[in-house]
């Protein structure tokens, strides 16, 4: 092993489970790149995603096989959760791309990760926890998201029904979370507060994956239509409120440090945006692309402050690993 990769791979493998956000950040970006027709931006976002998503797995996948006792603990953790959010995240907009045996790859590979990982970290639910015990909402949603994408692409009206379970599920999993949520993180989180609005917003989109999913199927009858709507309107709305409040509270209570909870930032940002545009699609209200545009290079513009944050935390830990590295070297019998 050259000297230059060491401290490269002994960095990667400190990320923190919570890491995944990143992915999820700049795959949601992808997609509401593509939405609005910036085609050849998403597709950069999205070979950014992939390549992070494959090094997080390559990460999950050794510390699994050879590092055991690490990989239960870290897998208790809310940020645990991010491994399934983003794998859906990825498979949506491979979907959207028209790679459908990807992308139900992505939603099995998903699906079989999700109750085990979500089982470990709901046992280690506390009282007055940060932004991330949102995240058991948003991989649950994340399914229902993929499996209507997939299920409109593909004119499958079993995997939309199915799709309907962890849509449900996620909501009631947003309200359990909500109790445990610690309201004074709106002041002092470090970045992960704002998946409590976040988790909101990929709840309204997969409402208006959902409602897409109609087209050209006979799904839901005109009162399970309109409950659907209704609900997915009103995830809207609860979601713009919190992007409201929580874009105040960074005003108030600045946090201008990056950290690497900052890309659960970036994530609902990315998705209030996307869901605001696919909401306005799947309800015929065209007036909301406007703000969804808005909102998008708000989250574009996020990603690209924290995306620099990154780099420039990446190369000060490169440089003290490298170090120590060298100090070790150095003192080594020869």
Same mark, same amino acid.
């Given at each position: 092993?050259?000297?230059?990769?060491?401290?490269?791979?002994?960095?990667?493998?400190?990320?923190?489970?919570?890491?995944?956000?990143?992915?999820?950040?700049?795959?949601?970006?992808?997609?509401?790149?593509?939405?609005?027709?910036?085609?050849?931006?998403?597709?950069?976002?999205?070979?950014?995603?992939?390549?992070?998503?494959?090094?997080?797995?390559?990460?999950?996948?050794? +510390?699994?096989?050879? #590092?055991?006792?690490?990989?239960?603990?870290?897998?208790?953790?809310?940020?645990?959760?991010?491994?399934?959010?983003?794998?859906? &995240?990825?498979?949506?907009?491979?979907?959207?791309?028209?790679?459908?045996?990807?992308?139900?790859?992505?939603?099995? +590979?998903?699906?079989?990760?999700?109750?085990?990982?979500?089982?470990?970290?709901?046992? #280690? $639910?506390?009282?007055?926890?940060?932004?991330?015990?949102?995240?058991?909402?948003?991989?649950?949603?994340?399914?229902?998201?993929?499996?209507?994408?997939?299920?409109?692409?593909?004119?499958?009206?079993? +995997?939309?029904?199915?799709?309907?379970?962890?849509?449900?599920?996620?909501?009631?999993?947003?309200?359990?979370?909500?109790?445990?949520?610690?309201?004074?993180? !709106?002041?002092?989180?470090?970045?992960?507060?704002?998946?409590?609005?976040?988790?909101?917003?990929?709840?309204?989109?997969?409402?208006?994956?959902?409602?897409?999913?109609?087209?050209?199927?006979?799904?839901?009858?005109?009162?399970?239509?309109?409950?659907?709507?209704? !609900?997915?309107?009103?995830?809207?709305?609860?979601?713009? !409120?919190?992007?409201?409040?929580?874009?105040?509270?960074?005003?108030?209570?600045?946090?201008?440090?990056?950290?690497?909870?900052? $890309?659960?930032?970036?994530?609902?940002?990315?998705?209030?945006?996307?869901?605001?545009?696919?909401?306005?699609?799947? &309800?015929?209200?065209?007036?909301?692309?406007?703000?969804?545009?808005?909102?998008?290079?708000?989250?574009?513009?996020?990603?690209?402050? !924290?995306?620099?944050?990154?780099?420039?935390?990446?190369?000060?830990?490169?440089?003290?690993?490298?170090?120590?590295?060298?100090?070790?070297?150095?003192?080594?019998?020869?």
């Amino acid at each position: 092993m050259s000297s230059g990769t060491y401290p490269l791979r002994a960095w990667w493998a400190q990320r923190p489970p919570a890491a995944g956000a990143a992915v999820m950040a700049t795959g949601i970006v992808s997609v509401g790149l593509h939405l609005t027709g910036h085609e050849f931006l998403s597709r950069v976002a999205l070979v950014l995603a992939c390549a992070a998503w494959l090094g997080l797995a390559v990460n999950f996948v050794s +510390l699994l096989l050879l #590092h055991r006792a690490t990989w239960i603990t870290q897998a208790g953790t809310p940020g645990a959760l991010t491994a399934v959010a983003a794998t859906t &995240v990825l498979g949506t907009r491979f979907s959207l791309l028209g790679r459908q045996p990807l992308a139900e790859a992505l939603l099995a +590979l998903a699906a079989v990760l999700w109750p085990a990982l979500l089982l470990l970290v709901v046992r #280690h $639910w506390e009282r007055r926890m940060p932004g991330a015990v949102f995240l058991g909402c948003v991989a649950t949603e994340g399914l229902a998201v993929l499996g209507a994408t997939l299920a409109a692409a593909t004119s499958t009206a079993w +995997l939309a029904h199915a799709a309907l379970v962890p849509f449900w599920l996620g909501l009631a999993l947003y309200l359990i979370a909500l109790f445990r949520f610690d309201p004074r993180q !709106v002041a002092h989180g470090a970045g992960d507060h704002w998946v409590a609005g976040g988790a909101l917003a990929i709840s309204a989109l997969a409402g208006s994956k959902l409602l897409a999913a109609e087209t050209g199927m006979y799904l839901w009858n005109a009162d399970d239509h309109d409950v659907l709507r209704d !609900v997915t309107v009103t995830l809207l709305v609860l979601d713009l !409120v919190w992007y409201a409040v929580l874009l105040v509270a960074e005003f108030g209570w600045p946090r201008t440090r990056y950290d690497v909870r900052r $890309w659960s930032t970036v994530f609902p940002l990315g998705m209030t945006a996307a869901a605001t545009l696919s909401v306005a699609a799947a &309800v015929d209200v065209p007036w909301l692309d406007g703000p969804g545009q808005v909102l998008l290079w708000v989250a574009v513009a996020a990603w690209l402050a !924290v995306a620099a944050g990154a780099v420039v935390s990446a190369r000060a830990a490169l440089r003290s690993t490298g170090a120590d590295a060298s100090k070790v070297r150095s003192t080594a019998p020869r």
